[in-house]
């Protein structure tokens, strides 16, 4: 069993702007959701929460919330050293912001991210919105497949749900060295086997063990829940 008393892990969200990254981050660390007006984060913000994983200890969770608008800052590597998990974030009502997740993923590379050693997830936000939807579940799950992104989830700051349970599980995740090799080695299966379609199992492949992206019933639309993604 894995030893985690004690360890800190360094998280960060990157996404657009405006799509939810504090908010996420508020309802995690302090379980407060402030939606009514949109205040963009200035640069980088810190919050920190400690997690129970049971059986196996507590693990404190630096995060970093850092701005949409930091995409082209020339601190961008500074803030990126020594992230252990990326949340790569985007707005399910707002398909643009799934695609500028591809800009992301280029500074990712451009600063010798490493799959194998940080962990990534794709989450998709503002779940609360269903009735506002327009990135489909299969465009979600197309972009995890083409970055072999192991780890996907569908939040909602303003409901809470799933927030806790995507932390955890990129922690346990990523405290687990025989997850990490799984997506080492789909990754080299995908390279040496780029003609063919990936073959294996979804029961080996890592993605079989991040919860499904839920669906569910429509919620009444709330003309107050957002400033900026209600368009
Ligand atoms: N309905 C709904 N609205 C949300 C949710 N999360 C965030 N919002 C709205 O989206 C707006 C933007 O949220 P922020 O968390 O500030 O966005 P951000 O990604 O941190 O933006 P930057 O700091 O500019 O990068 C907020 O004003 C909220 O109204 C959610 O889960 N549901
Ligand atoms: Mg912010």
Redesign the pocket.
Known sequence: MVEIDGKQLRVALI?A???????IIKRFAENTFH???????PGVEFLSRRLTIKPIGTVTLIIL?V???ALTSKMIDIYFHGIDIFLLTYDMTNATSLQELRRWMEILAKNGVDKSEASIALVG?????EHLRTVRLDNHSRFAQEFNIPLSFLV???SGESVLTCFSKCAIYHLNPEAKQRVKEHAVLQSTNASKKATTPAQNHPQAMTNPLPTRSQPAP?PN?????VQ
């Open positions: 996404g702007s405006c799509i939810g990254k504090t908010c939606g009514s007006q949109y205040v963009p984060t919330d701005a949409g608008a936000s503002k779940g609360d919105l909602s700051a303003k709330d829940s957002t400033v900026c993604s």
